[in-house]
């Protein structure tokens, strides 16, 4: 198979998968964007975190609050649990990897804000123990999920929303939580500052 063809392969099967997530995903999304606009008005922020590719999406989100997306705006509260070297680091060393952001999100989550969670294949040890961390501080969590949901879906509670990318291929489904996360962004700043 030719290069061409292979990148051919790649936009062909990217576009089939988005094909498929806009079939399916509008109503989670928009929920989504709802229950962080409700957050935002009464004054809660946004945690936000995933490992490799997905803290890359994390801090993505982040940045698109606290400084723009498209338009000028004032700046949104949400913090990446990603991005303090220090912090993880420390974290890792001193207790284990799968504290790194649950420790964060007991010093740092309220009762109201919402946790946002990127991962590919649901089994993260460390995202599912923020999970069930933010239920205990009674946050709501926002999961962007592929594959079949992994461990992760079970530790969900009723309160919670999954948004799974109809994919098994982790680069598709990191492609898709990107598209999700600029309609979250669009969709936060509609409703909070209209047209």
């Known amino acids: 198979m030719s290069l061409q063809n292979r990148i ?4 062909t099967e990217s576009i089939q998968i988005k094909q498929a997530a806009m079939a399916s ?9 709802q229950q962080m606009v409700e957050a935002l008005v009464n004054d809660k922020k946004i945690l936000c975190c995933g490992n490799g590719g997905s803290a890359a999406d994390a801090q993505h989100f982040s940045s698109e609050m606290l400084n723009r997306y ?3 705006r004032p700046a949104l509260p949400a913090i990446a649990l990603t991005t303090d070297t ?3 680091t420390s974290i890792a060393n001193d207790y284990h990897f799968d504290e790194i952001f649950a420790k964060q999100i007991r010093a740092l989550g309220q ?6 969670v990127y991962s590919t294949s649901g089994h993260s040890a460390n995202i599912i123990s923020a999970i069930q961390t933010a239920h205990d501080k009674e946050l709501t969590v926002i999961a962007l999920t592929g594959k079949d949901g992994g ?4 530790v969900l509670n009723e309160t919670d929303i999954e948004i799974r990318v109809p994919s098994n291929s982790t680069a598709r489904i990191q ?6 996360t600029h309609c979250f962004c669009d969709l936060i700043d509609q409703q909070l500052f209209g047209a």
Request: charge should be negative; charged fraction near 20%.
């Open 70 to 72: 498209e338009r000028e």
């Open 175 to 180: 492609e898709v939580h990107l598209l999700i």
């Open 8 to 11: 051919i392969n790649h936009f």
């Open 25 to 33: 995903l509008p109503d989670l999304i928009a929920f989504g964007s």
């Open 111 to 116: 009762a109201g804000d919402i946790l946002l």
């Open 151 to 154: 461990k992760l879906s079970s």
């Open 86 to 88: 220090s912090t993880i």
